[in-house]
């Protein structure tokens, strides 16, 4: 799923209200207005919810060893197995390919 779109103002309430301050601010300008914001919040859930479980912790699978920093990835080699189940970051084919485990604890 792409990034979502930037939200961008297509009317300026402002600017009717100081060229005429008594207008009323037109309806459909306003129902416009919201569907823009609710389009890129809509967007912004939905990525959110592909890396993001429900309890707030990391959706399962959506870290792999490609995305673990140098250093990191580097020290995976000497970090041992693991002390606990489900807690390994690595992909199934880095588990596969190197028979090792990236014990992680995030404080």
């Known amino acids: 799923m792409p990034q979502a779109s930037p939200y961008n103002r ?20 306003i ?5 823009n914001v609710k389009a890129n919040s809509d967007g912004v859930l939905a990525n959110l919810a592909r890396i993001q479980r429900d ?17 990191l ?8 197995p693991p002390k606990g189940r489900g807690n390994c970051l690595l992909s199934q084919r880095e588990r596969h390919v ?3 485990v990236l014990p992680l604890s995030f404080a």
């Open 98 to 100: 190197r028979k090792r």
């Open 55 to 71: 309890d707030g912790a990391l959706a399962n699978g959506s870290v792999s060893f490609d995305q673990l920093s140098p250093g």
């Open 73 to 80: 990835a580097n020290s995976r080699t000497s970090a041992g």
């Open 10 to 29: 297509s009317f300026s309430f402002s600017n009717l209200q100081a060229q005429n301050p008594t207008a009323v601010p037109p309806g459909s300008s």
């Open 31 to 35: 129902d416009l207005e919201l569907n």
